[in-house]
């Protein structure tokens, strides 16, 4: 408790730091990366991954938002909101800080974040973040856009996530990772401010993680065929 409170100040007091820098800019836009329907053998799940941005390119404040639901079952099976402040430290990399609050099924969950995102020289986007808390982990994300055509995409995606101690509430064992594949087919409609997808996602947990999963009713693998759009405000 003691932990939620000192981050929770932190980052109100980074937030009072930025404001004045924020308000000298009225740059703001909504970037969906991800909103689709996924069908599986066992359940169907409505996801979404996208940003809220406001600020400038010295500093930004960014609402990411992250989340699942189970169609069948009715209810969610991740929902997760991160309140960031990044800021650049290249050409091309980005460096975060703030809080993570996750509040699906079990305890809610509060987190600092720090992290760092950008693009490599081969123009692959790559996250990599460390969430500390009672129950730290790290998720690692790699996202590249290959071109078939000026307006036909095949996106590539790899997400890692790494908890290093037990949470049986989330299905995380210690050490124990989760592993998110993703390949998605996108046709740009409106110079990349909307692009229908299809494709396929496959996640997987292992270790630990799977055996807490297990013991839940629950298969440790999943696979899904997906359609979707990438939104651009």
């Known amino acids: 408790m003691i932990m939620k409170h000192v981050q929770a100040a932190v980052l109100a007091a980074a937030l009072l730091v930025a404001l004045p820098a924020l308000a000298e800019s009225n740059t703001w836009g909504i970037q969906a990366e991800q909103i689709e329907y996924r069908v599986g053998e066992d359940t169907d799940v409505s996801a979404w991954d996208l940003d809220a941005f406001y600020g400038n390119d010295e500093l930004r404040f960014v ?102 101690t037990d949470d049986r509430a989330f299905g995380q064992g210690a050490f124990g990772p989760k592993l998110e594949v993703g390949m998605r087919l996108s046709y740009d409609l409106v110079d990349r401010l909307l692009s229908p997808y299809v494709g396929v996602h496959y996640e997987r947990s292992f270790g630990r993680s799977a055996d807490f999963v297990r013991a839940g009713g629950e298969d440790a693998g999943a696979a899904f065929l997906v359609v979707g759009a990438r939104m651009l405000f």
Do not use: C, M
């Open 63 to 164: 609402w990411r938002s992250e989340g699942e639901y189970g169609v069948r079952e009715e209810s969610f099976e991740t929902l997760e909101n991160q309140f960031r402040l990044t800021t650049p430290v290249s050409d091309f990399f980005d460096v975060v800080g703030g809080i993570r609050l996750d509040t699906a099924k079990g305890p809610d969950r509060l987190h600092g974040v720090v992290g760092l995102h950008g693009l490599t020289r081969q123009w692959f986007e790559v996250d990599a973040d460390l969430f500390v808390s009672d129950h730290p982990s790290a998720r690692f994300e790699v996202e590249y856009e290959g071109l078939i055509t000026n307006r036909i995409i095949l996106v590539p995606s790899i997400e890692l996530d790494i908890p290093f």
